[in-house]
């Protein structure tokens, strides 16, 4: 079985860019999860999807981040514009359903210059 | 707000020394605690999950408890290898389904 898949894996921009995450669940997953990993820290959940629909976005800075996840499969997780504090690892999760075990992907890490 | 902490931050023991790792929560309306590892410049890898409902949980080598009235959970491993290297984290759900990660304990095996 094909786990969580995400690109792309290293992401090095300048501050005030713009910058694009990607990632496909396991097949069959309706849950879906972006974590935020700053370096020494435990993820930090930004947001939470149930197939096509957000469930939890309450620690997502809305001003700058914006996810989607329009079929209910992939989704795609944007920064715009980058600050520095946004130098961190990007992850991707999956689950069965909503309080199902979950599987990760192996992140995306951001640099931000 | 569920406050997740795992203390000590990092541990370094022998090979074939006993592992305890620890967990502590706020909230213990907690619906399932979930034990993951994960390796330098890599995501995380599911190790146990834990229903509220009981107590511990076994695979191989790693045993995890859980005490949802006193806050606590505890993750054990067996016989220490330097392949168990690594950061392990908690991760807690709430009743709501809200989920919080703990730091995690980083921890070496000196072979």
């Known amino acids: 079985e094909a786990g969580v898949a995400q690109s792309p894996r290293y992401k090095i921009i300048e501050k005030r860019q713009s910058v694009a995450f990607w990632c496909n669940p396991i097949?069959?997953?309706?849950?879906l999860y972006w974590y935020q990993q700053i370096l020494g820290q435990g993820p930090k959940l930004l947001i939470q999807?149930?197939?096509?629909?957000?469930?939890?976005d309450s620690q997502l800075p809305k001003d700058r981040f914006s996810a989607e996840r329009l079929k209910g499969v992939d989704s795609t997780l944007k920064i715009q514009p980058a600050k520095l504090e946004d130098s961190a690892v990007y992850l991707c999760a999956s689950s069965e359903g909503l309080p199902n075990e979950q599987f990760f992907g192996p992140g995306t890490r951001l640099t931000v210059l | 707000k569920q406050e997740v902490t795992q203390i000590p931050a990092a541990l370094s023991v022998p090979e074939g020394e006993n592992l305890v790792l620890n967990c502590s929560f706020t909230d213990s309306a907690i619906y399932n605690l979930q034990w993951f590892r994960q390796d330098p410049g890599k995501g995380l890898t599911s190790l146990l999950l834990?229903?509220?409902?009981?107590r511990e949980q076994t695979s191989g080598r790693l045993n995890a408890s859980l005490d949802k009235s006193s806050g606590r959970s505890t993750l054990y491993i067996a016989a220490s290898q330097p392949g168990d290297s690594a950061t392990y984290l908690c991760?807690?759900?709430?009743?709501?389904?809200?989920?919080?990660f703990g730091a995690g304990t980083t921890v070496t095996v000196r072979a």
């Open positions: 097949s069959g997953h309706a849950t």
């Open positions: 999807f149930q197939n096509n629909g957000v469930v939890d």
């Open positions: 991760a807690v759900r709430r009743d709501d389904y809200k989920l919080s």
């Open positions: 834990i229903q509220s409902s009981q």
